[in-house]
């Protein structure tokens, strides 16, 4: 027998040491793998059972990829137009008797809101605990960002699921007390903010339409949706780190232009875990390209007339639309827009609500969105967590089915 090289004997013993280390750390993430997936693989050959899994991997990992330089993009942007960024702080503040709406008459009553699914709770008045306060997103007299909380007073404390709440265009966080009191009926703790340029960041009837012409003027703010969306990242920060709210049970909802809040603030949040907006995803892309652009225009028209005079146009076309997204939302009409922001909200349970029939969030240029979302679920096999639901006959506005088809999809999934 010939004697045995050492020098070949330690070349072995190392080669073998490498293949148990990779064996040992390929075995847990395999097995983690096919728990996550849930696939079913007792018909599959081994060699098949890995090439089915590592496609899902790469098609996992590219879709996340594409989400998280979304929202390293979106969050560059956002900082982008900021007056400086301060330490996020809390001051407390007095209940609004009279909140300021910027349309008459002055709206008294909703009717959607008002059929929210409520608990009946004897002396429910005298166990509603109200909190006003105000925290700094970042310097200026915008960034002070005031906050409405509601909660049933507690014998013991827990943590308990959130729902934060936003309101439509001229409204203010008070018009919706009806809803943040029903959930907070429920044991959800309800918050409602004013949205840049609203309620008490207003001081006129004129103050959200001024800020979206000075924006189209100067490009120094971003009034329309960019600039609450940076507010919501705030208070996300806020909200985790308060003792009464679970951190992995924050929803998030909004009508109209709080719709439209919800779905780009989800997109750059993920600390928001159940996602429902109300009228308010829709193609800024699609509309231009398919002449479906002017009932938007048309809630805005004072902006749109301004950037009609300054570019020299006789009448309002797609070009002046087009410019306006670009320069007072950058992104909205392109990276930002739907196709991108919608799936990357997966694969938390996201449910949309639309209108059949509403003209400012047209259907049709939801299908691209829709399409790419399923996708991202399905592959990952949590299609239930993915709704698009088109109440017929209904155009830009909330309803009662509305209303309680999103309370039904909080209590599913954040379980109060």
């Not at 080669?15 to 007792?42: D, E, G």
Request: net charge negative; glycine share 4%; aromatic share 8%.
């Amino acid at each position: 027998m010939e004697p045995i090289n050492r020098s070949e004997n330690s070349w072995f013993l190392l080669l073998s040491v490498i293949i148990m280390a990779v064996a040992v750390w390929h075995v847990p993430n395999f097995i983690s793998h096919v728990r996550a997936n849930s696939v079913s693989t007792s018909n599959l050959p081994h060699h098949a059972i890995a090439t089915r899994f590592n496609s899902a991997d790469r098609k996992m990992d590219h879709s996340s990829s594409a989400a998280a330089e979304m929202r390293s993009d979106f969050l560059q942007l956002l900082r982008s137009r900021r007056t400086a960024e301060v330490p996020l702080s809390v001051e407390s503040a007095q209940p609004v008797k009279d909140p300021l709406f910027q349309e008459t008459p002055t709206p008294t009553y909703s009717e959607a809101m008002e059929s929210c699914p409520k608990k009946e709770i004897p002396n429910f008045k005298e166990l509603l605990q109200e909190e006003n306060f105000y925290l700094t997103t970042e310097a200026g007299e915008q960034g002070r960002l005031p906050v409405l909380l509601l909660k049933l007073k507690e014998d013991t404390p827990e943590r308990r699921p959130a729902v934060v709440f936003l309101h439509s265009t001229h409204k203010n966080k008070e018009w919706l007390r009806p809803l943040l009191e029903a959930y907070a009926s429920r044991n959800y703790i309800a918050i409602a903010i004013d949205s840049r340029y609203h309620g008490e960041r207003a001081k006129n009837l004129t103050t959200y339409q001024d800020a979206l012409v000075s924006s189209w003027k100067h490009g120094d703010t971003m009034p329309f949706i960019f600039d609450t969306v940076w507010d919501l990242i705030k208070l996300a920060d806020h909200l985790v780190e308060r003792p009464d709210i679970d951190p992995s049970r924050i929803g998030i909802t909004g009508e109209s232009l709080g719709g439209m809040h919800t779905w780009l603030g989800a997109a750059a949040e993920t600390r928001y875990s159940v996602v429902a907006p109300v009228i308010g995803v829709q193609g800024f892309r699609w509309a231009i390209e398919h002449d479906m652009w002017q009932a938007r225009v048309d809630s805005l028209k004072r902006l749109f007339e301004e950037a009609r005079v300054d570019l020299g146009k006789s009448a309002i076309d797609k070009e002046v639309v087009e410019k306006v997204w670009d320069r007072i939302a950058p992104g909205l009409a392109s990276r930002f827009d739907a196709p991108y922001t919608v799936p990357a909200i997966a694969l938390r349970p996201l449910l949309i609500l639309n209108g059949e029939k509403d003209p400012r969030c047209p259907l049709s240029g939801l299908e691209l969105p829709e399409s790419r979302a399923r996708k991202e679920y399905e592959e990952a096999n949590s299609a239930e967590n993915f709704k698009l639901v088109a109440e017929p006959g209904i155009g830009h506005q909330m309803t009662p089915l509305m209303v309680k088809q999103a309370s039904e999809w909080f209590d599913q999934h954040l379980k109060p």
